[in-house]
């Protein structure tokens, strides 16, 4: 605007920004059938844990897998079946829902909410965690590359 002065740093951090370059990837749209698929498969990675599923899980997960755990720790695919087959807690419900899902090519980003209630200490207790979950289509089906899961506090 004639006669308006910009402040020295605002026209520093344009002009910075003006010299990036901008890559768009436009999200592809999901079809139900992949919606439905990727939905079920999170439920049912969910119960293979729950129930000591290894050879489940095992399907489930890409050989490159990382994990980011709740505590901050990183783990991998060994990790990931290590914790699975030692899984031990008593839960008496485990309720995914809140999912958003992205399709870029044969990725496919998951985003839910994962709500357990179980007995902790003689009390009853719920937790929630957000997960975002990363999979890719080969030889026709998902494998997870990359999970990340944190905490929702009460």
């Not at 699975?84 to 990725?107: E, P, V, Y």
Request: glycine content about 6%.
């Amino acid at each position: 605007m004639p006669g308006r002065l910009i402040p020295a740093g605002l026209l520093a951090l344009a002009t910075a920004f003006a010299a990036v370059p901008v890559y768009a990837h436009a999200q592809e749209p999901l079809r139900a059938s992949e919606e439905v698929e990727l939905i079920q498969l999170e439920r049912d990675w969910d119960r293979a844990f729950l129930q000591n599923d290894t050879a489940f899980i095992d399907r489930v997960l890409a050989r490159e897998f990382v994990a980011v755990y709740p505590d901050g720790s990183k783990g991998d695919r060994a990790k990931e079946l290590a914790n699975a087959a030692a899984f031990n807690q008593k839960i008496d419900s485990s309720t995914l829902d809140d999912f958003t899902i992205q399709m870029h090519g044969d990725t496919a980003v998951v985003w839910f909410r994962r709500s357990l209630v179980g007995p902790s200490k003689g009390q009853r207790l719920e937790v929630t965690y957000r997960y975002l979950d990363v999979f890719v289509r080969r030889d026709g089906r998902w494998q997870c590359v990359a999970s990340q899961s944190l905490k929702v506090p009460a």
